[in-house]
């Protein structure tokens, strides 16, 4: 995500040598994120007790969204089928078909990840007790609304939330759970 926020924006792009930029574009393609890494662990930990168990994943950023997406195919061996992201920008015919295939037991989508868009009104108690937070969001209210798509009325066994948070004190992550639990 640095090296986006970087690259796409002028001002910023100004402050790195062209050197320094390729460093960081070597650094980024050949080093693998422990925080993904960390994500997949848990995800193969929930599919090794339910190989058919459905996962929603919520990330806080549509960049880190493509990143989860791209990792789980690329180099965690999920399939096209098998996961698939929704955000605001999804069109509306897609997401009820992304939404109906988590939905359905028999379907071969087990990993859905989503933005803040389905944060609210969405019910997934019936497809899933599984819910990540790739990243926290700053407010309260927010990791509550999340919880709440599996954790409501109807779900039939206790849902299990996993929070993916590096132990450092360099990740906004551990910031998030530093100051809220002050």
Request: glycine share 4%.
């Amino acid at each position: 995500a640095f090296l986006e926020i970087i690259t796409n924006s002028q001002k910023l792009r100004s402050w790195f040598s062209d050197a320094t930029v390729n460093k960081i574009e070597k650094l980024v393609a050949t080093q693998e994120s422990a925080k993904l890494q960390a994500f997949v662990r848990c995800l193969r930990e929930i599919h090794k007790k339910d190989p058919t168990a459905k996962v929603v994943v919520f990330t806080e950023a549509i960049s880190s969204q493509m990143e989860v997406l791209k990792y789980l195919k690329d180099k965690a061996g999920y399939s096209e089928s098998q996961v698939a992201a929704i955000m605001g920008g999804t069109p509306r015919a897609e997401r009820h078909d992304i939404e109906d295939k988590f939905s359905n037991r028999s379907s071969k989508l087990l990993v859905l990840i989503a933005t803040d868009t389905i944060a609210e009104g969405k019910d997934l108690q019936h497809a899933c007790h599984d819910l990540i937070h790739f990243e926290l969001s700053w407010s309260l209210v927010k990791i509550e609304q999340r919880n709440g798509r599996i954790d409501r009325l109807g779900q039939k066994y206790t849902p299990r939330i996993h929070n993916i948070v590096l132990d450092t004190e360099a990740t906004p992550d551990q910031r998030i759970i530093d100051r809220l639990l002050t």
